[in-house]
């Protein structure tokens, strides 16, 4: 364990590991304390889908252009830090689809029609699980599997107990816990922030099957997986922390699978994971106090939006403003 990093980075899911690769590479020595096994951001599809996501979220063209300069940052994030970013259209379906055609285009962004398809151009996704594991590797960073259980000022730094019984120092410490409650330590304003985000819980189903692409219909999608592997998803109840498995969820999600691929889906495997969010769901990225940083609740763009979060924490950082004034958790701090 380093005796005094620079950056304690709480959470390893994917905001909390492209923010300590992004420091790392800046030349920091970057701890991450995470208990281990699968978090929110290893329970998903790793869609960069500005495109899809600005209009079925109802979008206004401000937002997606937000999503369009966040995304964009993917492919040199990627090369940087060895991801694979798969490159390629989706194909969203449905009735009518000159009218999805014009709503995708009055939000700036491109595609065309084929038939019944809506074919989007230019998108991208990752492996999660692949991803997350590269960036565990990344230059910079050791990896501590331990449970946080407070935090506290420690002269110009912060302190981290460990639920081994060791205590970290570092000059920064980063917040990327997820939903988890606030630790005991911190200001009584950057505790209302993590204990008032909003835990949103998925499901999808990882089975056999294949697809060339992302297809997309208002009740979910297929995206291709691990090799010879489908997700197929994904569902978003608000206010639920429970990771039990849905049996009817997982029928439907079957259903829908064999409706956008045209062939039969196996029983597959269930994964539930809890992401959190803030009340205007964007993240919370960037400086709260002293030496004290955030990066948080993304809602379901924790993929997409992770390269700009870590830009976001590497600025608060560095003491020069953030990328996107809109991550800024300041903003649900002034009166």
Known sequence: MPSSPDVIVLGAGVLGLAAAAELGASGRAVAVVDPGGANASSVAAGMIAPAL??????????????????AALWPDFAERFGLALHREDSDWLGPDPEKRLARLKALGFD???????????????????????????????????????????????????????????????????????????????????????????????????????????????????????????????????????????????????????????????????????????????GPVGDRLHLALAPRRNGWMLAPLVARAVLAGIEGRPGPEPALDPDRFLRP
């Not at 996501?53 to 966040?70: H, I, K, T």
């Not at 064999?258 to 062939?263: D, K, P, R, T």
């Open 53 to 70: 996501e600005g209009v079925l979220e109802g979008c206004d063209p401000e937002r997606a252009a937000f999503l369009r300069r966040a």
């Open 111 to 285: 595609g065309r029609t084929a038939g019944e398809v809506v074919r989007v151009l230019d998108e991208a996704r990752v492996e999660p699980v692949a991803a997350l594991a590269v960036l565990r590797k990344s230059n910079g960073l050791e990896l501590i599997e331990q449970q946080a259980v407070a935090t506290e000022r420690s002269g110009e730094g912060w302190s981290v107990h460990l639920g081994d019984g060791r205590q970290l120092t570092g000059r920064h410490l980063l917040l990327a816990t997820g939903i988890a409650p606030s630790l005991t330590g911190l200001p009584e304003s950057v505790a209302g922030l993590i204990d008032g985000i909003q835990p949103i819980r998925g499901q999808l189903l990882e089975a056999e099957g294949q697809a060339s692409r992302v297809q997309r219909a208002a009740e979910g999608y297929a995206a291709p997986g691990r090799p010879g592997r489908l997700l197929i998803g994904a569902t978003m109840e608000t206010g639920r922390r429970d990771l039990s498995e849905d049996v009817e969820t997982i029928w439907r999600h079957r259903q829908l699978g064999e409706a956008l691929v045209g062939a039969p889906i196996s029983e597959g495997v269930a994964r539930v994971g809890v992401r959190g969010a803030s009340p205007d769901g964007l993240p919370m990225a």
